[in-house]
């Protein structure tokens, strides 16, 4: 699992601009990072199956999808029905090993 582990350059979860910008969608965006490609920042998100794993109503994981993507922290790409192709928006300082 090499080079799949990021330090955000504005402290994303402490910093109470980006709590008060994006809420809870903060911690959808802090998933997106743990799977994202450090070198592209880019990562493929299964809403349904990621809805399903934390007991999050869908609609929810998508209005935070939106949420996130309307505040230019990622770029979202409907693939199809159940995938979506994520890019990382946000600067990242550090990809770490």
Known sequence: ?????FLTKNNLAQEPKHREKIGDAIWQYLFYL??????????IFYPKTYSKNLKIDLDLVLARQKLLEKEGYIVAEYIDDSV???QI???INVCLR
Not at 1 to 5: G, H, I, L, V
Not at 34 to 43: I, L, P, R, W
């Open 34 to 43: 743990s799977y994202a490609n450090c070198q592209n920042g880019k990562t």
């Open 84 to 86: 979506y192709k994520i």
């Open 89 to 91: 928006c946000k600067p």
């Open 1 to 5: 699992m090499a080079d799949r582990y």
